[in-house]
């Protein structure tokens, strides 16, 4: 599988200026400075997928079956492609406080989605994120 990077870098480079982009590991593309309740997010080249590390709450895999069925035959073009695509859709989405994490005490794990799908009101216990810090619970 070819890497991601050499495709999503100069995208996000175009989109993201601000970010930072050292190159001192071969499989990190890029990390994004995150308020200290949520710390910096990440995006990792994994060949058919993208990892993006959100500070210290979580990880969401991005794989080229995002939004689309699983297809056997495409190409491995195709796939870094996709998962270029869904990478950047995700960000967009992050940075602009549609996507959240909230932790689920209880269950000893985090989830990550829109915001729309986020509980409420949050149980006793939980947390929610934004990309601009800790989210108050919505009201019921």
């Not at 999503?8 to 050292?22: F, G, T, V």
């Not at 602009?96 to 005490?105: G, L």
């Not at 209880?106 to 006793?124: F, Q, R």
């Amino acid at each position: 599988m070819p890497p991601l990077k050499p495709r999503l870098l100069p995208l996000l480079r175009q989109h993201y200026p601000e970010a930072r982009y050292d190159g001192s590991d071969p499989k990190l593309i890029v990390t994004f400075a995150g308020p200290p309740e949520v710390g910096d997010l990440q995006v990792w080249d994994d060949g058919d997928e993208a990892t993006m590390a959100i500070g210290k709450l979580t990880h969401v895999h991005i794989t080229a079956y995002e939004s689309l069925p699983y297809d056997p035959n495409i190409s491995e073009e195709e796939i870094a492609k996709r998962v270029t695509e869904e990478v950047l859709k995700f960000l967009e989405g992050f940075f602009a406080e549609r996507i959240v994490v909230w932790t689920e005490t209880a269950k000893k794990i985090a989830s990550v989605g829109s915001i729309e799908a986020m509980p409420v009101p949050l149980p006793e216990g939980d947390e929610a994120f934004s990309w601009k810090g800790r989210l108050h619970p919505k009201a019921g």
